[in-house]
């Protein structure tokens, strides 16, 4: 099966993309950003970044093997999650240089993880900036204050991410504001790409 990860800076649109793919596809399931029921994750994950806590690393692999086991438990043939790995990198590895020994330690057991349960990890990654992310950003946490500090620096990580690291196909949506047909048009290309064994 496939987790198609939407992923982008805070304010890109990641939730409008995915309610709305979820209704062009009856199919595509939605894994929980939370299925790992930790409380206070996105604090905890802002705790150890800015304070540089090398077992954050160890929450954050926790937190998304549970996602991909979420996603084999589904049955589903493809299913899709806001934010993954290359979140990680873009936040703590590019703009906090944060461990990124541990990091690539931890991104080959997350692979191998992946591959052990036939979970094949697709991004589509929302990529309209930072200064209009920026200005969409409405709901504010300490993590947000990190983000608009860093905005454009957590961009470049996502985008190194992608052209440099990761093997997995990415799927760039760069249109400021997705139209209806923008969105059908990926889901197209979605429901008609190969099943992976």
């Known amino acids: 099966m496939k987790l198609y ?7 890109s649109g990641k939730d409008f993309l995915i309610n709305n793919m979820l209704k062009y596809d009856e199919k595509l399931i939605q894994i929980s950003d939370g299925c790992s029921k930790i409380q206070n994750l996105n604090d905890l994950i802002y705790e150890g ?7 954050l690393y160890s929450l954050i692999e926790h937190e998304l093997m549970r996602r991909i086991e979420e ?9 899709v999650v806001s934010r993954f790995i290359a979140s990680t990198y873009a936040y703590q590895v590019y703009t906090a240089n944060l461990y990124p020994n541990e990091f690539f330690d931890m991104y080959k057991r997350i692979k191998e993880y992946a591959d052990f ?24 946490d300490d993590m947000d204050e990190y983000f608009i500090q860093n905005a454009q620096k957590i961009n ?3 985008k190194e991410f992608f052209e ?12 400021q504001d997705l ?14 790409s190969p099943v992976e064994v």
């Open 71 to 79: 996603a084999y438990r589904s049955g589903a043939d493809r299913a």
């Open 156 to 158: 470049d990580g996502y």
């Open 49 to 55: 970044t800015t304070n540089k806590y090398k077992s």
């Open 117 to 140: 349960f036939g979970v094949r990890i697709k991004y589509i990654f929302r990529d309209i900036g930072a200064e209009i992310a920026k200005q969409r950003l409405s709901v504010y």
């Open 5 to 11: 990860v939407v992923e982008g800076l805070d304010g």
């Open 164 to 175: 440099k690291i990761s093997d997995e196909f990415v799927y760039r949506m760069d249109q």
């Open 179 to 192: 139209t209806e047909s923008d969105i059908k048009e990926l889901v197209h290309k979605i429901q008609q």
